[in-house]
């Protein structure tokens, strides 16, 4: 999600709780169904996903490294987008 209206120094939980996309999950009407990824600097809720603190499992290391490949290329094009 990116809004330009926020300077870089506002939380990017802040700007999501904020967001028109947040209100939308939030909705009782006609909520929007997918998730949200995130890291533990969130809060909890039932459609962000965070990685698995202190993993054990074999699937908790699997998903804790698809969630940080998939963060780490969504950080890279929200920099493309403010560079330019």
């Known amino acids: ?3 330009a209206k ?3 120094s506002v939380h990017d939980e802040r700007i ?3 967001s028109t996309l947040f209100a939308d999950f939030e909705s ?3 909520p929007l169904s997918g998730y949200i990824l995130g890291d533990n600097g969130y809060m909890l809720h039932e459609r962000l996903l965070m990685p698995v603190l ?3 499992s ?3 290391m699997m998903y804790n490294t698809a969630h940080c490949g ?3 290329t969504i950080e890279r094009c929200i920099r493309v ?3 330019r």
């Open 1 to 3: 999600m990116l809004i």
């Open 6 to 8: 926020w300077l870089n």
């Open 16 to 18: 999501l709780r904020q």
């Open 28 to 30: 009782r009407n006609k």
């Open 54 to 56: 202190n993993a054990q």
């Open 58 to 60: 074999q699937k908790e």
């Open 70 to 72: 998939t963060r780490c």
């Open 81 to 83: 987008v403010k560079c």
